[in-house]
Nanobody, 112 residues
Framework: QVQLVESGGGLVQPGGSLRLSCAAS????????MYWYRQTPGKEREFVAL????????NYADSVKGRFTISRDNAKNTVYLQMNSLKPEDTAVYYC?????WGQGTQVTVSS
């Protein structure tokens, strides 16, 4: 059974940082492309970042490029999203995704 469990969200001031984690189980993590998405109320879920199975290649939404970094540890079956220079518009529920599987999400709120 595929499981994706996000953690690390919270309340942070503008300009601050957070590191999200997604612990994966139930599938071949080390051979899987992994994604982060986010969603705000009333809007569609939007792509944030992806990382290839080996971590050798990444891609980012323009809105987070230069501020967010996706990484993975295949020994720990975990994918991370380091978020720096956070802005109020980064406030959202952040989801981990692998193919058609999604985690439950973790709330990130950027506010003073």
């Amino acid at each position: 059974q595929v499981q994706l469990v996000e953690s690390g969200g919270g309340l942070v001031q503008p300009g601050g940082s957070l590191r999200l984690s997604c612990a994966a189980s139930g599938f071949g993590f080390s051979s899987s492309l992994m994604y982060w998405y986010r969603q705000t109320p009333g809007k569609e879920r939007e792509f944030v970042a992806l990382i290839t199975s080996t971590g050798g290649s990444t891609n980012y939404a323009d809105s987070v490029k230069g501020r967010f970094t996706i990484s993975r540890d295949n020994a720990k079956n975990t994918v991370y999203l380091q978020m720096n220079s956070l802005k109020p518009e980064d406030t959202a529920v952040y989801y981990c995704r692998r193919n058609g599987n999604w985690g439950q999400g973790t709330q990130v709120t950027v506010s003073s």
